[in-house]
T-cell receptor, first 112, second 112 residues
Framework: DAGITQSPRHKVTETGTPVTLRCHQT?????MYWYRQDPGHGLRLIHY???????DKGEVSDGYSVSRSKTEDFLLTLESATSSQTSVYFC???????????FGEGSWLTVV | GEDVEQSLFLSVREGDSSVINCTYT??????LYWYKQEPGAGLQLLTY?????DMKQDQRLTVLLNKKDKHLSLRIADTQTGDSAIYFC????????????FGTGTQLKVEL
């Protein structure tokens, strides 16, 4: 298994509360990603990072922010959770184009 | 934008071959991937193909790429019950950064 740890793995939160998901890697890979998985949509990219403090938006970035202060950690924050953000969130890591992309085990988030 | 399409379900008998199909729209994609997801788990990279190849074989897996029709397929020979899972095809974003656009996933059910 690639050295990716996501936390928490499961969380139930109330609408309007802030939530932070953490992705930790031990592989020293340059690129890190956050995807969300929803039925009928496959996985969609939320944000990604190409280095410490270097991040960019993906396809579905509205309502999410990210931070990467260290190579090994990539945080995804929902400032004010909504029910539409109920989803499974996957972190991924890569060394860049042409290299294998490894996925974490996922974080199940339910917003009630 | 990029769009990747897959059929939602496939049912086969144990021992038969399975063929999972995928169409994509970005003709300049350099890498195309197949991932497997078992229930409650993350995504496992099965195989990938570079765009200058027509075919790639890896044990029971055969990937065929038709660039003219933008069609990708995954053939699993001698399908086993352990192959039951969701299979995602994905194309790499030509904008760099190893970002992926996923299909909706095909649920493969293997019956005895």
């Amino acid at each position: 298994d690639a050295g990716i740890t996501q936390s928490p793995r499961h969380k139930v939160t109330e609408t309007g509360t802030p939530v932070t998901l953490r992705c930790h890697q031990t592989e020293n890979h340059r690129y890190m990603y956050w995807y969300r998985q929803d039925p009928g949509h496959g996985l969609r990219l939320i944000h990604y990072s190409y280095g410490v403090k270097d991040t960019d938006k993906g396809e579905v970035s509205d309502g999410y922010s990210v931070s990467r202060s260290k190579t090994e950690d990539f945080l995804l924050t929902l400032e004010s959770a909504t029910s539409s953000q109920t989803s499974v969130y996957f972190c991924a890591i890569s060394e860049g184009t042409g290299n294998t992309i490894y996925f974490g085990e996922g974080s199940w988030l339910t917003v009630v | 934008g990029e769009d990747v399409e897959q059929s939602l379900f496939l049912s086969v008998r144990e021992g038969d071959s399975s063929v999972i199909n995928c169409t994509y729209t970005d003709s300049s994609s350099t890498y195309l991937y197949w991932y497997k997801q078992e229930p409650g788990a993350g995504l496992q990279l099965l195989t990938y193909i570079f765009s200058n190849m027509d075919m790639k074989q890896d044990q029971r897996l055969t990937v065929l790429l038709n660039k003219k029709d933008k069609h990708l397929s995954l053939r699993i020979a001698d399908t086993q019950t352990g192959d039951s899972a969701i299979y995602f095809c994905a194309e790499e974003d030509t904008g760099g950064g190893n970002k992926l656009t996923f299909g909706t996933g095909t649920q493969l059910k293997v019956e005895l």
